[in-house]
């Protein structure tokens, strides 16, 4: 028995230490909030008491960032959470709009650019998990009656640490980074002068990798892949050292006259959050 | 969801027992996470006609990390500790991606045996030595296929020493193929003797082909003769410029 809680010390400690590394890698300081993947709905103030003696520019920005938002969702960066944040982001807008047909069109369309994954010529044995925890999940959701009851599912399914790991969110993120890369691989004009060098296969190759972060262009390429059709705008709030007291704003139009809804993410250099917007605030 | 993993690990391991043209194989106990697998010793390199066992234990969070990888195989090169067999690769670590499997992993590994980048060094020693004294280098890592990986015994000398030593082998002999043609050019197919003997009593020695030429001496496929002195009195009077 010794053995045993001997072996199980050892496993935690070594989980602690790469936990610790991927935060020292990811390059920020994640606080223990909760210590979830996507965190509940936390006040933004959090955020303007993280800059208290720090840097001015902060200060005065995270204190204006929670007039206007008063809400943000911590999300875990360990290389995913621009993924993380966009896809939770997507499903959650659609969920508040609560109307079951707008998952069931999500589901659909998630389908349709499946076929990036077909046409990709890798083995359908690497991919078909992704694909179906994307499936499982939206099947649940459709299944899920009440628009809370669905809020948890999502909530459960991206902190899903089964067996001592994240499996389960991670396909579904290693899922939506795939889709994005093979979509820029097949539409290679549309992004060729966003990505350095003009090299889609460098950039692809990169984003292909565990430890490639979002960026705008696979930002906008997941945007124009599954949200813009949807109706779903995406909102960026940049909080910099960029001159003015504000968090600079910027939006993805979608592709539709009328706006559904729209996802915020706040970006801290290196790192994506989930923002939310007061009822009365300028949009 | 981690029968996701096993699930994927038996389909990979299936895929590796059906491919019988690159000559990789793995193999396992009751642990299907804890394999071993082996490849050939690339053609052309100090490590043919080696195997190299191959440690592979697949991390619980497979295929989002790459599976651990090591050398149970001795190698000498510098991409792997000549003392524990650890793997210094980028593809095993931060640009390994959930496309990739084990046997593209061991695929890596084989051609890392052919590329060498004694600059990103996992044994200092040994990338040392590859860039001070490849020919060394090449015998020593010929030697350890030898002892660890059953190559057969290289005869220096006359097969393969290497990469390096092939290569430089093999430039040694490209510039005696083009000394040789330049020569032929030269010397007009003449014995070279036969032509200096001349050029020493202060003619050129393209002049001296040319009266060669003039006079219709036979060149006995560059072989030296002796010259019947007739024909040597008209390429000197041919050389003075006499009629």
């Known amino acids: ?283 | 969801m981690a029968s996701n993993r096993a699930r994927r690990m038996r389909k990979e391991i299936a895929d590796i027992h059906s491919d019988d043209v690159s000559k990789i194989t793995v193999s396992h106990g009751d642990d299907i996470m804890h394999l071993k697998g082996s490849f050939q010793g690339p053609p052309g390199t100090p490590y043919e006609g080696g195997t190299y066992v191959i440690d592979i234990s697949i991390p619980q969070e497979y295929p989002f990390r790459p599976p651990i990888m090591k050398f149970d195989t001795k190698v000498w090169h510098p991409n792997v500790s000549s003392q524990t067999g650890a793997i210094c690769l980028d593809t095993l670590s931060s640009a390994w991606s959930p496309v990739l499997t084990v046997k593209s992993a061991l695929l890596s590994l084989q051609s890392l045996l052919s590329t060498p980048e004694p600059n990103d060094p996992q044994d200092a020693e040994v990338a040392k030595m590859l860039k001070e004294r490849p020919k060394e280098f090449d015998r020593v890592a010929a030697e350890w296929a030898n002892k660890y990986a059953g190559a057969p015994r290289k005869d220096r000398g006359e097969s393969s020493g290497g990469a390096t030593e092939e290569s430089m082998r093999r430039k040694a002999r490209k510039s005696k193929e083009e000394e040789e043609a330049e020569r032929v050019a030269q010397y007009g197919g003449y014995n070279e003797r036969m032509i200096d003997d001349f050029v020493s009593m202060g003619f050129d020695r393209d002049r001296v082909v040319a009266a060669f030429d003039f006079v219709g001496i036979d060149n006995n496929g560059g072989e030296w003769y002796e010259m019947e002195e007739a024909y040597m009195g008209d390429i000197t009077a041919r050389l003075l410029g006499e009629p």
């Open chain 1, 1 to 283: 028995m010794e053995d045993t809680g001997h072996n199980h010390m050892d496993k935690t400690t070594s989980r602690d230490e790469e936990l610790a590394e991927q935060r020292r890698l990811a390059g920020e300081y994640v606080p223990a909030y909760d210590g979830l993947l996507v965190s509940q709905k936390l006040s933004t103030e959090l955020i303007h008491e993280e800059y208290a003696t720090g840097d001015i520019a902060y200060q005065v920005k995270t204190s204006n960032l929670s007039k206007d938002f008063g809400f943000f969702r911590k999300i875990r960066g360990d290389g995913n959470c621009g993924f993380r944040a966009f896809y939770f982001g997507l499903l959650e807008v659609l969920i508040e709009l609560g109307d079951e047909n707008l998952l069931k069109a999500q589901k659909t369309r998630f389908n349709e650019v499946n076929g990036l994954l077909v046409r990709s010529g890798v083995d359908s044995i690497i991919w078909e998990d992704w694909v179906e925890a994307t499936n499982r999940l939206l099947n649940l959701l459709i299944s899920t009656k009440h628009k809370e009851e669905r809020l948890e599912a999502l909530f459960t399914a991206f902190n899903n640490e089964d067996d001592m790991s994240d499996e389960h969110s991670r396909e579904l993120l290693t899922h939506l980074r795939f889709l994005i890369s093979y979509h820029i691989k097949e539409n290679p004009e549309q992004y060729k002068h966003f990505v350095p060098d003009g090299s889609i296969d460098a950039y692809c190759s990169s984003l292909e990798t565990v430890s490639a972060e979002m960026d705008e262009v696979s930002l906008t390429a997941a945007h124009n892949m599954l949200s813009s059709a949807a109706g779903i705008n995406i909102e960026v709030l940049y909080l910099d050292r960029s001159i003015g007291n504000s968090v600079t704003r910027h939006k993805w139009e979608p592709e539709k006259e009328k706006v559904r809804g729209v996802i915020t993410m706040l970006f801290r250099p290196g790192h994506y959050d989930l923002a939310y917007p007061r009822e009365n605030a300028p949009s």
